[in-house]
Nanobody
Framework: QVQLVESGGGLVQAGTSLTLSCSTSGVVFGNYVWGWFRQHPGKEREFLAAIDWRGANTDYADSVKGRFTISKDNWKTVIFLQMNNLQPEDTAAYYC??????????????WGQGTQVTVSS
């Protein structure tokens, strides 16, 4: 059974950094892709970044490119999202997900429960 558990969210001040983690288990490693999304209240989930199983390839939404960084640990079981220079508009619920193919749509096969990030001005 695939399980994804996000952590690291919280309340931070504008201009600071935060790193989210996503612990994964039950994934049959192969050509899988991990992604980070966020969701503002009343809006659809927004793609942020994705990384492949080997960590060799990444993809970023233009809105966060250069400010957010996705990475994986050496054991390839934890996915990170480092977020720099956070702004109040980054306030959202953040989700990690895993899929068998690259996608920027929120159609990934498995999802975590999400972690809330709140940025105060």
């Amino acid at each position: 059974q695939v399980q994804l558990v996000e952590s690291g969210g919280g309340l931070v001040q504008a201009g600071t950094s935060l790193t989210l983690s996503c612990s994964t288990s039950g994934v049959v490693f192969g050509n899988y892709v991990w992604g980070w999304f966020r969701q503002h209240p009343g809006k659809e989930r927004e793609f942020l970044a994705a990384i492949d199983w080997r960590g060799a390839n990444t993809d970023y939404a233009d809105s966060v490119k250069g400010r957010f960084t996705i990475s994986k640990d050496n054991w390839k079981t934890v996915i990170f999202l480092q977020m720099n220079n956070l702004q109040p508009e980054d306030t959202a619920a953040y989700y990690c997900a895993v899929n068998s193919a690259w996608s920027r749509r929120p159609d990934y096969a498995y999802w975590g429960q999400g972690t809330q990030v709140t940025v105060s001005s």
